[in-house]
């Protein structure tokens, strides 16, 4: 069965056996799977990538089967899925396992597609496709965040945003994640702030610095503070997001308590951590302690409170980001 990517708000995904994601726009993809899919449900998400699933496709067929006996409700994602994923979906329709919706995530397909053809002659099945982004429906998904986040900024600066998000949705939400942080440093967004924003160097974003001190991968750090001259607006805004993210880190370690898994641990997080960020919070999950972590927040609230007073935020943040 055939759904229009502008019609998920209406439909019950719980309905389909199977759901089938298709095409080119991973973040429009990824926002469906958070927020029409995801949302809400409380039982078990497994995630496999394709290859994962062909190597031991019977022995996750048994799984899936073994938990239905018992009610388990279950949500399974495929990740970088293609056409060989068609013998494992009809052995599951076969099979007719109870309370499992499996969510398949692919990249462009054909017409001539066996398993896209599959799900959109089958009414137990949604088909899904997501065409790349124009600048006209980014802007409304723009728009929209701006207005939740009651962000002060004029029309003609979110225009520059869109832009340069460059047709692709997943790397405008990650500019406006940008956005919101510097937002509770200033009253009012500029054009001349997002150039800031979105150009702390050729390669590296603020995000990827913060998550890679995190991380601990103190090679990387010291690469991207070498190839950038950071003034006072991008100390703070280091600092906010450092904080954002630390404050991330210790819920995820609350919830290592109940979940052993560290698979479970990034995948039940909400909201949704993009895929990929997910190694490095793997990564940033394994290096603290909970004890460390509610220390950091702890320094980098006080290092807030002495940037206040003191006009060389950049100088401090860097000897903090230098150091563990």
Do not use: H
Request: charged residues 30%; contains cysteine; proline residues 1%.
């Amino acid at each position: 069965m055939i759904i229009k990517s502008f019609e998920v708000n209406k439909v019950k995904f719980s309905n389909f056996k199977s759901v089938l994601l298709y095409g080119l726009n991973k973040g429009f993809k990824e926002e469906v799977i958070k927020s029409n899919i995801l949302n809400d449900f409380s039982g078990e998400i497994l995630r496999y990538e394709e290859s994962e699933v062909l190597e031991n496709k019977d022995t996750i067929l048994e799984g899936l089967l073994s938990g239905s006996l018992f009610r388990e409700t279950k949500i399974m994602i495929i990740s970088r899925s293609s056409n060989k994923i068609l013998n494992f979906i009809e052995d599951f329709l076969k099979r007719d396992v109870s309370g499992v919706i499996i969510i398949i995530n692919s990249d462009n397909l054909e017409k001539k597609s066996k398993l896209r053809a599959l799900f959109e002659k089958d009414k137990k099945l949604a088909c899904i496709p997501f065409y790349e982004d124009n600048n006209q429906s980014l802007n409304i998904f723009a728009i929209k965040f701006i207005k939740e986040k009651n962000i002060k900024i004029s029309q003609e600066t979110i225009n520059l945003i869109v832009e340069r998000a460059r047709g692709d949705r997943g790397n405008l939400n990650n500019e406006l994640q940008k956005l919101e942080a510097l937002s509770l440093t200033r009253k009012k967004i500029t054009q001349e702030d997002i150039f800031n924003l979105t150009n702390l160097a050729e390669d590296y974003g603020i995000f990827e610095l913060v998550d890679n001190y995190l991380a601990k991968n103190k090679v990387k750090v010291s690469k991207i503070l070498n190839e950038n001259n950071f003034v006072n607006d991008d100390g703070i805004l280091i600092l906010r997001t450092l904080l954002n993210r630390s404050k991330r880190l210790l819920k995820l370690k609350n919830i290592q308590k109940e979940k052993n898994n560290i698979d479970e641990v990034v995948s039940s997080y909400k909201p949704l951590i993009f895929w990929k960020e997910r190694d490095l919070v793997k990564q940033q999950i394994n290096n603290w302690s909970e004890k460390e972590i509610r220390e950091k927040i702890y320094q980098i609230s006080n290092l807030e409170i002495l940037i206040k007073k003191n006009t060389s935020s950049a100088n401090l943040v860097s000897d903090l980001i230098s150091n563990y």
